[in-house]
């Protein structure tokens, strides 16, 4: 695990293989451990680098008032240090969030959007209801010990078909989540809209979806597809919502085939 500071966060990520930057956004509760079949399936086509996002892992926590674009711009110093080359750029759920954040704030800085199991924004994609919903769960959970919510999250995560020792391995690493940096977090983004963003976007883009996924589902994803010009849309049947971990040989297939064709 390495760590670089940037705008004085100490930032942990973990860096695999050789190749095109391939750099890799968690979800929301997890960190850089969460693609581990992505840092051992795809480096030997990509340098690999999945970071632990402020608040997670052996990432610092960022101040009570953080802000989204602060994120963003978190995210793009971080590439300016591990990344010099242009990256391509992978998201999966919130992550997809994030490289939203970066693109609107620093479009020239990505190669290509891979966006995995993604939302507009819960706000840009969900009813507000939902938003307020979700938003409200997540406050109170920051409360409570992990092993009281994280058995209601892991079914709307996978599927009952699923391998147990995947599924383990996911609770075991949401269970390490930071309270204050989940705060801090959801603060930041937990109501973001990126629904203007989305038109805008000039890069070849990858949505990558499990055709089970009942957090962001097929409907969420049809729409994103048709609000980003030329973007493909693929749908991995039998999977749930963290399709990278689930089925990480299907995932990492339509990754290595998509990026493929973009060319370095």
Avoid at 13 to 22: E, K
Avoid at 24 to 51: C, K, M
Avoid at 125 to 146: F, G, M, N, T
Avoid at 160 to 178: C, G, L, Q
Wanted: negative net charge; glycine residues 8%; proline residues 9%.
């Amino acid at each position: 695990m390495d760590t670089v500071e940037i705008s004085g966060l100490r930032i942990g990520y973990q860096r695999a293989g050789q190749g095109p930057p391939l750099v890799l956004l968690h979800g929301a509760y997890e960190d850089s451990r969460v693609w581990r079949p992505q840092l051992e399936g795809l480096s030997n086509d990509f340098t690999v680098i999945a970071w632990d996002a402020p608040g997670c892992g052996r990432s610092d926590d960022p101040p009570p008032d953080f802000s989204g674009p602060e994120l963003g711009d978190v995210l793009a110093g971080f590439l300016r240090e591990v990344a010099p080359r242009k990256p391509h750029i992978v998201g999966l759920s919130w992550g997809s969030g994030v490289a939203l954040e970066l693109y609107r704030g620093h479009p020239h800085m990505v190669a290509s959007l891979v966006l995995a199991s993604a939302y507009a924004g819960w706000a840009g994609s969900l009813p507000p209801e939902e938003v307020e919903r979700r938003y409200a769960q997540i406050l109170a959970e920051l409360d409570q010990p992990p092993e009281r919510f994280i058995p209601v999250w892991l079914p709307t995560l996978f599927t009952p078909r699923a391998d147990s020792a995947t599924v383990e391995e996911v609770s075991a690493i949401m269970a390490d989540f930071h309270p204050a940096g989940m705060r801090a977090l959801l603060s930041a983004n937990g109501r973001a809209d990126y629904r203007d963003v989305l038109p805008g976007i000039s890069v070849p883009t990858l949505l990558l979806y499990g055709a089970e996924d009942v957090r962001s589902p097929l409907t969420v994803a049809r729409e994103m597809h048709r609000q980003i010009p030329d973007s493909q849309l693929v749908v991995i049947p039998d999977v749930g919502h963290l399709v990278a971990a689930e089925t990480p040989e299907a995932f990492n297939a339509e990754v290595r085939r998509f990026v493929h064709s973009i060319g370095d």
